[in-house]
């Protein structure tokens, strides 16, 4: 059998295009297939869409507030297909960094088509058969869909981007990342929006005070949020049948707090989670497993669909890997782009690194923005039992004061010793400010350690810094804490 090549990457979203790129860097004869776009969901439908359109809608919402700050600013006048049309351009900007000249020049051969297996070392494309040593599989996933009577004519990610016409009232279906950030930046853009879960809180997999927390910034914002919420039904009416003003009604039947309700909107996104792409592979003739859960549970907990895999990204066929959201770990772009990075590292260079998952941190981009690593507090109870929880608010942070952005928190789990178990923040820039306890995570800094390093003021930063130094607010005499005060600028209050 002629091997044409020594590893063949199934799917050109963040994990193929990264496992192709390294694969051809490392001397391996690489081909990418893709069957639609390269760049995948992260670029088409995912994080560059959904963080374009949070943008308009944040500037939207600050030019809102514009009187607080002293600023007399006319009435905001939202043109939504012109918002429309620039996240469309920022998609089209960052489109060539994955262009199929791009690869090219980095020695990835790239074709489209639908590829299936037919062997461990064969697939078939457009016609062709062709072998290779190793495969890596990277397709990703698409929108879950609950088994709702009636339900139609609605909305996932891979659509929503492509609306012109703004919403009167969307109605979003599950209130997790992508349903929580699409319900504020449409509420921020003029939307009426209600939110749905069957989860008794919002963010579910989020610490509970930042959850509430963002619960309580939806509400100020007039968004109605919906938590424990049984979705019953949906009824569908086409209300025009003109093609460009057709609009679509929904009446959503649902059970909340022992009470039968109906809400109609104009819209209805669901984002209930993802499922992986694995139909039409034939994974069975190459000896790969899948592992799949039926029904609204396994829907609700998809980071435990996918392709089986082992520490290094093996699946049941020894030659053939996976990784990113088709393996159903995390399922974000930086988690793909890592998981695809240990297994190209074992398929090419067969060393046997082992994924490291002690610190995978993660950001939902609302405003503020919820971040998060490690053990949420519930979680650190039941492993750990003895732990100490440091949190401060933001609203006696400098740097929050003078920006006008004083709702937020940050959160420490730690154990006794001050080795940190996770970390939770509702804050302006807490995408940035999570690193600072991802690095202490993933490299066993304690908290004395974090508390006793120099961070800039004023900034959001400070604040992680702040939560660091409660650390010794427990153990403080009152000395210490004068110390931390005229050595740090720590700003607490002596311990009474
Ligand atoms: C609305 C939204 C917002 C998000 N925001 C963020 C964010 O801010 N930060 C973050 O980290 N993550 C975010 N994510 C998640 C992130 O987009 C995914 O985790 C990431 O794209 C996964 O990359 P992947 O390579 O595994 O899959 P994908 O990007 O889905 O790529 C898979 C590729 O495989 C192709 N393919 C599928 N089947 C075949 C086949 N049989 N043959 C050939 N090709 C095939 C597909 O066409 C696709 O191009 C978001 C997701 C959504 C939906």
């Known amino acids: 059998m002629a091997v044409n090549y020594d590893l063949i990457v199934l799917g050109g979203g963040s994990a193929g295009l990264t496992a192709a790129v390294m694969s051809a860097s490392l001397g391996a004869r690489t081909l990418l297939v893709e069957r639609h776009k390269l760049g995948g969901d992260c670029l088409h439908t995912g994080c560059i869409p959904s963080k374009a359109l949070i943008r308009s809608a944040n500037v939207a919402a600050l030019a809102h507030r514009a009187s607080e700050f002293g600023l007399n600013v006319p009435a905001v006048d939202v043109d939504f297909p012109r918002v429309m049309e620039r996240v469309a351009g920022v998609i089209r900007a960052i489109e060539p960094h994955d262009s199929p000249e791009h690869l090219a020049s980095r020695g990835v051969e790239v074709r489209f088509g639908e590829a299936r297996f037919l062997s461990p070392r064969e697939i078939t494309l457009n016609g062709e058969t062709l072998h290779s040593r190793k495969f890596v599989i990277a397709t990703g996933s698409r929108p879950a869909v609950p088994p709702i009577e009636g339900l139609r004519g609605y909305l996932t990610n891979e659509n929503i981007f492509e609306l012109r016409k703004r919403p009167e009232h969307l109605i979003v279906l599950g209130a997790g990342p992508v349903g929580v950030e699409m319900a504020q930046a449409f509420r921020r853009l003029g939307s009426l929006v209600t939110l749905l879960d069957l989860a008794p809180r919002i963010l579910p997999r989020e610490d509970a005070d930042v959850s509430a927390l963002i619960t309580s910034v939806f509400k100020q914002e007039g968004?109605?949020?919906?938590?424990?919420?049984?979705?019953?039904?949906?009824?569908?009416?086409?209300?025009?049948?003109?093609?460009?003003?057709?609009?679509?009604?929904?009446?959503?039947?649902?059970?909340h707090g022992g009470r039968h309700e109906t809400i109609g909107g104009d819209a209805l996104l669901v984002a209930v989670g993802r499922r992986p792409n694995v139909a039409g592979l034939d994974l069975e003739k190459a000896g790969v497993a899948v592992h799949l859960e039926n029904g609204p549970q396994g829907i609700r907990q998809g980071i435990q669909q996918g392709i089986q895999i082992d520490a290094r990204c093996r699946t049941t066929a020894s030659n053939i890997y996976a990784c990113g959201d088709v393996a159903g770990r995390y399922l974000f772009t930086h988690t793909a782009e890592y998981e695809a990075k240990i297994a190209v590292t074992n398929a090419i260079l067969h060393v046997p690194l082992k994924l490291d998952y002690r610190a995978v941190p993660?950001?939902?981009?609302?405003?503020?923005?919820?971040?998060?690593?490690?053990?949420?507090?519930?979680?650190?109870?039941?492993?750990?039992?003895?732990?100490?929880?440091?949190?401060?608010?933001?609203?006696?942070?400098?740097?929050a004061l003078t920006d006008g952005e004083t709702q937020g928190l940050v959160k420490v789990i730690a154990t006794p010793k001050g080795k940190v178990l996770g970390a939770h923040i509702a804050s302006a820039r807490a995408g940035e400010m999570i690193l600072e306890y991802t690095l202490a995570m993933q490299h066993g800094l304690p908290l004395p350690k974090l508390s006793s390093t120099i961070h800039p003021y004023p900034t959001f930063a400070l604040a992680a810094r702040?939560?660091?130094?409660?650390?010794?607010?427990?153990?403080?005499?009152?000395?210490?804490?004068?110390?931390?005060?005229?050595?740090?600028?720590?700003?607490?209050?002596?311990?009474?």
């Open 223 to 255: 968004i109605r949020v919906c938590a424990n919420a049984k979705v019953l039904r949906d009824t569908v009416r086409e209300s025009s049948s003109d093609e460009n003003d057709a609009m679509t009604e929904h009446m959503i039947d649902f059970e």
């Open 362 to 399: 993660w950001v939902t981009f609302t405003e503020p923005e919820a971040a998060r690593v490690g053990l949420t507090e519930e979680e650190a109870r039941q492993k750990y039992g003895n732990i100490k929880v440091h949190r401060i608010t933001l609203d006696h942070e400098d740097r």
């Open 466 to 496: 702040h939560a660091a130094d409660l650390y010794w607010r427990e153990k403080a005499s009152k000395t210490l804490v004068r110390w931390l005060q005229r050595i740090f600028g720590y700003s607490g209050a002596i311990p009474k």
